[in-house]
């Protein structure tokens, strides 16, 4: 896993740390002795959050204990490779916990296999937090996860809402964390290739990207007319002017 970096390729893997070092301090994510568990997925984020998060401990002069959870769901083809998956996390002192569960999705009705599947995962991985008293689920989600899931509300559902950086849940027995939040896709597929990760996940055929992809283009669009647009979209969610609303 380890490989030679240039001095530029090793500023920018500096960078993409320190950003999500920033993101981690500026909503408050960890404290000193939190437990973290990381939902693992098998992509390139979710490996790259929970090695980003292992190496920040290195340069604190406070400590986290880190866990990563991968939910297997028997009655879905979707597949990683757990062999590796338990290498990298013992190479990062991290403790790897491995949930068996089943969609049931013969029984999901009109809801769509994607959603039932995506639900059901959640709701073992909020189980094992609570059974292990871990108090905070980090995520994998970037910016551009943010921007689409924006656009996303805003065209089906008629809201202005995304994906918090920080949430609490459950009458904050929970706390959900994205440290990812300021970074961009393309600097996490950058920051992926460099430090050598590859998707695990074997794709599930009953995943369903219509809707992002769609509102993906959408902002590729904007993006086309002010390269900015994707940032100044995300930082849109902080500055609503009320008073020129409808």
């Avoid at 491995?98 to 599947?117: I, S, Y």
């Avoid at 959900?176 to 996490?188: A, C, D, H, Q």
């Avoid at 009953?206 to 904007?222: N, S, V």
Wanted: net charge positive; hydrophobic share 40%; proline share 3%.
């Amino acid at each position: 896993m380890l490989k030679k970096h240039t001095k530029q390729e090793q500023a920018f893997i500096q960078k993409v740390r320190q950003t999500a070092g920033k993101a981690i301090n500026q909503y408050q994510m960890i404290e000193a002795d939190d437990k973290v568990m990381v939902a693992v997925s098998g992509g390139k984020d979710s490996l790259a959050l929970l090695e980003i998060l292992s190496n920040r401990r290195k340069g604190l002069p406070i400590d986290y204990e880190l866990h990563a959870a991968h939910i297997i769901t028997e009655d879905v083809p979707y597949q990683i490779d757990v062999d590796w998956l338990q290498s990298f996390c013992t190479e990062l002192n991290v403790t790897l916990h491995l949930v068996t569960t089943r969609a049931n999705l013969e029984t999901a009705g009109k809801k769509k296999p994607c959603f039932a599947c995506s639900r059901n995962r959640r709701k073992e991985l909020f189980k094992l937090t609570h059974s292990l008293g871990i108090k905070t689920l980090a995520f994998g989600h970037h910016l551009d996860d943010a921007v689409e899931t924006l656009v996303m509300n805003m065209a089906q559902h008629a809201n202005i809402s995304s994906i918090p950086a920080s949430l609490n849940m459950f009458e904050n027995k929970l706390k959900v964390i994205r440290p990812l939040t300021l970074l961009t896709n393309e600097e996490m597929k950058n920051y992926a290739t460099l430090q050598g990760f590859q998707s695990l996940k074997r794709e599930c055929p009953y995943e369903d990207h219509t809707i992002r992809l769609k509102a993906r283009r959408i902002i590729d669009q904007m993006t086309s007319i002010n390269p900015k647009a994707r940032i100044n979209i995300f930082n849109s969610m902080k500055k609503i002017d009320f008073e020129y609303l409808p």
